[in-house]
């Protein structure tokens, strides 16, 4: 059967690395169905009622679910395959700016787009965790998807009325256990210090507005750890490198419920077994709060000067399993799958991206756990391993 290009009634901006426009195909919005009439239904399989895996003694394993090519078909049948390889998919919507800037209750094809992602997530066995992201899943430093005319900062009142809005609706309409209000905040704080309070003073107001509502949930923002620890030389300012910016974690204390971290060390070591054997056991040392992990990977191809193989993939996940494993409440690898860049940078061309768009992607095509066709990598068998294992240490009081 000629594969269908995915439908927007079932993807939304799924990374930080992109997939803002994975959808050629518009459609009406409708009520329930996950899938365009015609298309392969997914199965249909209920979650366990085995309880949550946030309720249990072990960290809790997930991916970003970007299939290998855009396709409805691909789509469903990566859906079917996280639910054998993980506990849970992170979501990481943009905020819809003008749907939320006034209200929070509404109806709206990306509304739509959004549950049926968790249909999907359900139907495969999948528990999810939500973040609200602002900015550009491929450059961190602005915004995404303003209106024109909005002023980008989070000192616009706008700006703060749809973001607050639109975090209350994910909050009552996906019950997330877990509740991230950005990513990678630190890189924006570096690019904007003139705005650092405008969002931090944000996060604390809806932070406040969702404890009112789901005293249970527990709310983080993302760090970029590389950067927190001025690896990037053209990004550190002249600090050095291994110096860690607290600084920029304080300033949400202590209205963090768990410090969350994101890592790409290859664009720092030359090979996964270059990571220092204390790279990350600061966090450690610096809080009792649980951890986790929101994003992350190593590329198995090199690309240009960027070192990448299949050793040193499975170098990175024992660097962070052996550093930081028994204190994390869930680890999310980037993908599971590397992706076919042909079909994707049709797809984004289609939509209107820039070619640096398309390039930054790229940088991440590899980074997956088995390759697009499905042939796994050597990390994937230590990822499971892992994943099988029982139980983190218990962290400080919540």
Request: charge should be negative; aromatic fraction near 12%; charged fraction near 20%.
């Amino acid at each position: 059967m000629k594969n269908s290009p995915l439908p927007r009634n079932l993807v939304i901006p799924l990374a930080a690395l992109v997939l803002i426009g994975l959808a050629c195909q518009a459609g009406e919005p409708t009520a329930a169905p996950t899938v365009a009439q015609n298309e392969p239904s997914p199965p249909t399989e209920p979650v366990s009622d085995a309880g949550s895996v946030f309720d249990g003694d072990r960290t809790a394993f997930g991916f970003y679910p970007v299939p290998p090519e855009g396709t409805i078909e691909a789509m469903l049948k990566h859906f079917g395959t996280l639910g054998e390889e993980a506990d849970f998919i992170l979501i990481q919507p943009n905020i819809f700016w003008e749907d939320f800037v006034e209200r929070v209750e509404g109806a709206s094809e990306k509304r739509t787009n959004l549950t049926n992602q968790t249909v999907l997530a359900r139907q495969n066995g999948l528990e999810w965790v939500f973040v609200v992201d602002p900015l550009n899943g491929l450059n961190r430093r602005e915004f995404f998807g303003l209106p024109e005319g909005w002023e980008a900062s989070f000192g616009n009142p706008d700006v703060r009325e749809a973001f607050s809005n639109f975090t209350l609706w994910i909050v009552r309409e996906f019950e997330p256990r877990y509740l991230g209000l950005a990513l990678e905040i630190n890189t924006y704080m570096d690019a904007h210090p003139d705005d650092v309070e405008n969002f931090v003073s944000l996060y604390r107001e809806v932070y406040e507005r969702v404890k009112a509502e789901a005293p249970d949930t527990q709310i983080f923002v993302t760090f970029q750890w590389d950067d927190l620890n001025n690896m990037f030389a053209a990004a550190a300012e002249g600090r050095p490198a291994g110096q860690t910016n607290w600084d920029q974690v304080d300033a949400f204390e202590p209205y963090l419920d768990l410090w969350v971290i994101s890592s790409y060390p290859y664009f720092a070591f030359p090979d996964g077994e270059g990571i220092a054997a204390d790279y990350y056991t600061p966090l450690l040392e610096r809080t009792d709060k649980p951890l986790a992990v929101a994003e992350g990977g190593w590329i198995t191809q090199p690309i240009g000067p960027i070192q990448g193989d299949e050793a040193g993939q499975t170098a990175y996940l024992q660097a962070l399993h052996d550093q930081l494993g028994d204190r994390l409440d869930f680890w999310v690898y980037l993908v599971l799958s590397d992706f076919n860049m042909d079909s994707f940078a049709r797809i984004m061309r289609a939509e209107g991206r820039a070619e640096s768009d398309i390039e930054g992607l790229g940088t991440f095509a590899s980074v997956g756990l088995t390759r697009f066709d499905g042939t796994p990598k050597p990390a994937l068998a230590l990822w499971n391993a892992y994943r099988g294992e029982i139980p983190r240490v218990p962290s400080g009081p919540r």
